[in-house]
């Protein structure tokens, strides 16, 4: 790699332009698909074993401790 030529790269990304609400959008589909694949399925993983969404928290809240 040619260091000489790679020089004042990070300028470019500096210069780059994020759409307004793109940070948003993102956390939102991210937010969905945590839901999706992961509260869902705990909650019927839990459901298939005798535990109801307030023992799921119970639990949850417990970790805290």
Not at 24 to 29: D, F, G, V, Y
Request: hydrophobic share 35%; charged share 40%.
């Amino acid at each position: 790699r040619d260091v000489e030529r790679s020089r004042g790269l990070g300028d470019v990304y500096k210069r780059q332009f994020v759409a307004e609400g793109a940070k948003e959008n993102i956390l939102n589909r991210r937010r969905n698909e945590f839901f999706d694949h992961y509260v869902k399925k705990l909650l019927e993983e839990a459901a298939s074993i005798g535990l109801d969404k307030n023992e799921v928290i119970k639990l949850i809240q417990s970790a805290d401790q």
